[in-house]
């Protein structure tokens, strides 16, 4: 069977590769040109982009909004956090805490999406009852600070959060080598690859084009023999076990975890940062989160506050100014600019051509 | 004759209204089946019971002698039947040739080419132009073209021709003849007389939520009952 594919026909021109391939070559690059701490921080921001993706995959290709990727990654960040305070340093500890991490926010997420999709909740309501969920377990994590609030050795510690987990480690001679510094940059940045690429081919699948019919049309989707339960329930799981795999490495980059990273906070931003970004563009997301966080960052330094003005003042300006994101906006502008230019007919209107993801 | 679509004592009631009462109804292999009758006969009701939209009150309906009491919409797909909207449910941000490539891989291996299908509904020129973009007219024969390129047993049409010119209209009836000579069964929900007379082998009246009148073209036409009820007038 030919493989289905949003793209147009015909083989992708050297402009589309090499647009796609600069942001991965660039990220590669950047470590040799900055300091120690400069690498930790932007690990910190590819990091988040695995939630963003999630929430990318689920809201811009599935049609669901969530605002629940936070729940999954604190499910996943204290997992982690639980494995390794028992199990201790070595290598299959940590590695063991990432996979038990991904597979309890993978799990939760399946329970929680056939609840939702085989329950008949659709629209706005996910949306709520997402967020209804994050909100819970922050409140509930909140008050975890007594000291029978443990899971063997590791306590929860209540707003406090967990806190001395190990990094990941590689098995050496002696003593485990420990993941941390450019190491654990390269690491998430060839997951986030691994995990964009994976992505791609999932929607450019027969499965991708089934989920884009429920998208548009879910009754007239469900009349072409598709069932848009599982379909549904499927792009949900795949989107919280992404934004899983980020809380487990959010827990392994800071060593710690606190009930306000699913708070309601946290729980707004990767709306905001795939709706800036475009939440059809898969690889656009990955960028504008990575630059939204180290904007976030940055303007932490001079009070939390201010990130969080700008954060909302970003998105304001793009839902009115360019409703389909920021970056496909630029690039669709960009574009018309350069067919006029270059006097070179832009696609024909209507046509697929330019199809983002 | 095989019989594909029965349906036995087919009752659908919303709270006191009876809309469907007691239809029992046949489509055999092979027909262009039209169902016919005035606004509020229950026609939407009827069709929407046979696609699974609505559960009925009491009575069954059974395809290839399987019953479907209890069979999701999408199911039944799967077993062979396949539905073309009244208002055209195309998906908007998807290419002509997509809406097709997602019909043929539902359909399995055996499907029927694409470029064939683009030809045979007249769609070659529009293949890469999203479906948002398309005429109406085009638009309801991709939504025929999605219907049938899930190479279904039975293919329902609702009001296939709605807001169509006349040229259209009867560019669609050939090609609803042509997909019966392809083996195709169909059965097709319309009010325009001129088209159901260019296609249909049999007609069934629906009045009043019951079965008024069932038989050939030439014989319901006859009928003065069914002249009455239909277009209000006697002979």
Redesign the interface.
């Known amino acids: 069977?030919?493989r289905?594919s949003?793209a147009?026909?015909g083989r992708p021109n050297a402009r589309r590769i090499l647009l796609l391939a600069a942001p991965w070559v660039l990220a590669f690059l950047l470590p040799l040109a900055a300091d120690d701490v400069t690498t930790g921080n932007l690990a910190y921001c590819l990091v988040w982009a695995f939630t963003a993706l999630g929430l990318a995959l689920m809201w811009g290709h599935g049609g669901i909004l969530s605002f629940g990727q936070t729940a999954f990654f604190g499910i996943s960040g204290y997992t982690y956090g639980i494995v390794t305070l028992n199990y201790g340093e070595a290598w299959t500890s940590s590695w063991g805490g990432l996979l038990v991490g991904l597979a309890a926010s993978i799990v939760v997420a399946f329970l929680l999406g056939y609840m939702i999709f085989y329950g008949k909740i659709r629209g706005v309501f996910i949306g709520i009852l997402t967020l209804s969920v994050t909100l819970v377990l922050e409140t509930f994590m909140a008050q975890t600070a007594g000291p029978q609030w443990a899971v063997g050795e590791a306590r929860l510690n209540g707003f406090n959060g967990m806190s001395g987990m190990p990094p990941l480690a590689v098995p050496w001679p002696g003593d485990p080598i420990f993941i941390e510094g450019n190491a654990f940059y390269y690491l998430v940045l060839a997951m986030l690859a691994i995990a964009y690429v994976l992505s791609r081919r999932m929607l450019h699948s027969?499965f991708g084009?089934?989920l884009?019919?429920i998208r548009?049309?879910p009754?007239?989707?469900?009349?072409?023999?598709?069932?848009?339960r599982k379909h549904q329930m499927l792009v949900f799981v795949a989107g919280c076990g992404l934004a899983g795999l980020s809380g487990a490495l959010y827990t392994i980059w800071g060593s710690y975890i606190t009930p306000s990273s699913m708070g309601l906070t946290a729980a707004a931003m990767p709306v905001i940062w795939v709706a800036t970004a475009g939440r059809k563009s898969l690889g656009g997301v990955i960028v504008g989160t990575a630059i939204l966080v180290w904007l976030s960052q940055s303007l932490a330094i001079y009070g939390s506050q201010y990130a969080l003005i700008l954060m909302g003042a970003i998105l304001l300006f793009v839902v009115l100014a360019a409703p389909e994101g920021l970056l496909p906006g630029v690039l669709k502008h960009a574009r018309r600019l350069g067919a006029l230019a270059g006097r070179k007919p832009a696609p024909?209107?209507?046509?697929?051509?330019g199809r983002q993801s | 004759m095989t019989t594909l679509l029965e349906t036995r004592g087919l009752t659908k009631r919303f709270g006191g209204a009876h809309v469907i009462n007691g239809i029992d109804f046949r489509i055999d292999a092979g027909e262009i089946r039209c169902v016919i009758g005035p606004n509020g006969a229950g026609k939407s009701t009827f069709f929407k019971l046979l696609?699974g939209e609505h559960r009925p009150t009491s009575g069954s309906i059974a395809f290839l002698g399987q019953d479907l009491s209890h069979v999701l919409?999408?199911?039944r797909?799967?077993m062979g039947m396949s539905?073309k909207?009244q208002i055209p449910?195309?998906?908007?941000?998807?290419?002509v040739?997509?809406h097709l490539?997602?019909?043929l891989?539902?359909a399995g291996?055996q499907a029927q080419a694409l470029e064939s299908l683009l030809e045979q509904f007249n769609l070659e020129p529009e293949a890469?132009?999203?479906a948002?973009?398309l005429s109406h007219g085009k638009k309801q024969w991709l939504e025929i073209a999605?219907a049938v390129s899930?190479r279904p047993k039975l293919l329902f049409l609702d009001e296939p021709v709605a807001g169509m010119s006349v040229e259209e209209t009867y560019a669609t009836g050939e090609l609803i003849l042509r997909l019966r000579e392809q083996g195709l069964t169909i059965m097709v929900v319309d009010h325009d007389m001129t088209f159901v007379k260019q296609i249909a082998s049999r007609v069934t009246v629906l009045h009043g939520g019951r079965l008024f009148a069932d038989g050939p073209l030439a014989e319901i036409l006859a009928r003065d009952d069914v002249a009455e009820i239909y277009l209000g007038k006697r002979k």
């Open positions: 069977m030919d289905l949003f147009p026909a027969p084009l089934s884009a019919a548009e049309n009754q007239r989707a469900e009349m072409l023999g598709i069932d848009i024909a209107p209507g046509t697929g051509q | 696609t919409p999408h199911r797909i799967r539905i909207f449910g195309v998906f908007p941000e998807l290419t040739r997509e490539q997602l019909g891989h539902r291996p890469d132009v999203l948002a973009n999605l899930l």
